[in-house]
């Protein structure tokens, strides 16, 4: 109940179109669901968050849709560029202070020019 | 922008050896986590740690590990007797609160 599942594992998209990434949860005591961004070597980066009691967040090419219902979640990102190639791991947590955030296994996202 | 720092950013030693992982949080935050990403998979939770008490652990954090917020400024990962299995990526995160964890850059143990 604790497990954050994602796909797809890996992503190839050519260069301007959509990456479309997806998560699916089971614990509804999660609250908040943090995407992040992680280059290689590099620690994970937050790239866009959302709460359960909107739909949809767009933060310029990102856009995270969420489903309460069918608890699941997804990443849009537009006009994918080479600059996106990354790892891309899906959280979430009961966003209470000091509580783990639950990874899902990440999408490894290559952009292709 | 404030950032969460890490070091050593790589660490080697010995089986059975004991190492220590240091971090500085960003200055105001509160709550404190050491994660840990073996390589190729998944991020996990050790520890959260508030008010110089653990808050949460998981299964992984067992009596080799140890936290501590020695001063006013850094936080640390204490692993008291390596194995080859604690060879991973480390990254201590911080938040304010509720909402997001700020990762710093990790430490890679490797453990021969």
């Known amino acids: 109940q604790q497990q954050v599942k994602q796909s797809p594992q890996s992503l190839i998209v050519q260069k301007g179109g959509i990456s479309i990434i997806n998560c699916a949860y089971e614990n509804t005591a999660f609250d908040y669901f943090p995407w992040y961004q992680q280059f290689p070597g590099k620690g994970p980066a937050l790239l866009i968050a959302i709460r359960p009691d909107v739909s949809e967040k767009k933060e310029g090419r990102f856009t995270i849709s969420f489903n309460k219902s069918a608890k699941q979640f997804s990443l849009h990102i ?36 | 922008e404030p950032e969460v720092t890490q070091t050593p950013s790589h ?28 390589l190729g998979q998944k991020v996990e939770f050790l520890v959260s740690f508030y008010n110089n008490e653990i808050s ?9 590990f140890s936290v501590e917020r020695p001063d006013g400024s850094n936080f640390t990962l204490k692993i008291r007797s390596t194995k080859l299995e604690d060879s991973a990526m480390y990254f201590c995160a911080s938040s304010g609160g509720v909402g997001t964890q700020y990762f710093g850059p990790g430490t890679r143990l490797t453990v021969l």
């Open chain 2, 11 to 38: 660490q080697v030693t010995q089986m059975g050896q004991e190492v220590i992982l240091r971090c500085v949080p960003i200055s105001n935050h509160l709550y404190f986590y050491w994660y840990r990403q073996i």
């Open chain 1, 78 to 113: 537009m006009d994918s560029q080479p600059g996106d190639s990354a790892t891309y791991f899906c959280a979430a947590t009961p966003n209470q202070a000091g509580t783990a955030l639950i990874f899902g296994k990440g999408t490894t996202l290559s952009v292709s020019s």
């Open chain 2, 56 to 64: 949460e652990k998981s299964e992984i954090f067992d009596d080799q």
